[in-house]
T-cell receptor, first 115, second 116 residues
Framework: GAGVSQSPSNKVTEKGKDVELRCDPISGHTALYWYRQSLGQGLEFLIYFQGNSAPDKSGLPSDRFSAERTGGSVSTLTIQRTQQEDSAVYLC?????????????FGEGSWLTVV | AQTVTQSQPEMSVQEAETVTLSCTYDTSESDYYLFWYKQPPSRQMILVIRQEAYKQQNATENRFSVNFQKAAKSFSLKISDSQLGDAAMYFCAYRSARGGSEKLVFGKGTKLTVNP
């Protein structure tokens, strides 16, 4: 696609429910990232994919968080048994694998509210 | 671990004036990349400018330029001839040049207001 696409744009869920957030990266981009941005805060790294594998998942805050990527393209971030502190904007980004200085392009994010 | 600090939570500037946003970082590495991203209310992060640490020359992109001081670990952003459309959150970010560490490390951001 033309840009990084994320869905849903906004999600309100009840505490304890599971949620899935989807990211469709720019076509041909092999690297994919998930970040979390809480209100008034910077971006917190969650996980990085290169192709379908995740060499760096050090930012996942707990075992309630998981992510997968299939076919080297679409990625899903799953949060199980959501808590109120999970409320944040979840941003996905992608980049081509042409060097570490290459530009990382971001989507518009999925705004998750846990009530 | 690398850290990025933006000491100015908020800044304001008059339209057509110049403003400088500060950023400092902490790293033991010698090779890395630095970035400034802009986040308007639409939430989408947009790359403003990029600097390779091995380059001594400061990067410029039209009205945007940086003052990169490697020894001081400082990376400030200067916006000249500020426009109303420049109003946004600005984030400074660091990325290691070492393979395997692909992530960007962000500061907490500076909210820029442009007054007409």
């Amino acid at each position: 696609g033309a840009g990084v696409s994320q869905s849903p744009s906004n999600k309100v869920t009840e505490k304890g429910k599971d949620v899935e957030l989807r990211c469709d990266p720019i076509s041909g981009h092999t690297a994919l990232y998930w970040y979390r941005q809480s209100l008034g805060q910077g971006l917190e790294f969650l996980i990085y994919f290169q192709g379908n594998s995740a060499p760096d998942k050090s930012g996942l805050p707990s075992d309630r968080f998981s992510a997968e990527r299939t076919g080297g393209s679409v990625s899903t971030l799953t949060i199980q048994r959501t808590q109120q502190e999970d409320s944040a904007v979840y941003l996905c980004a992608s980049s081509s694998r042409t060097g570490l200085g290459n530009t990382i392009y971001f989507g518009e994010g999925s705004w998750l509210t846990v009530v | 671990a690398q850290t990025v600090t933006q000491s100015q939570p908020e800044m304001s500037v008059q339209e057509a004036e110049t403003v400088t946003l500060s950023c400092t970082y902490d790293t033991s590495e010698s090779d890395y990349y630095l970035f400034w991203y802009k986040q308007p209310p639409s939430r989408q992060m947009i790359l403003v400018i990029r600097q390779e640490a091995y380059k001594q020359q400061n990067a410029t992109e039209n009205r945007f330029s940086v003052n990169f001081q490697k020894a001081a670990k400082s990376f400030s952003l200067k916006i000249s001839d500020s426009q109303l459309g420049d109003a946004a959150m600005y984030f400074c970010a660091y990325r290691s040049a070492r393979g395997g560490s692909e992530k960007l490390v962000f500061g907490k951001g500076t909210k820029l207001t442009v007054n007409p």
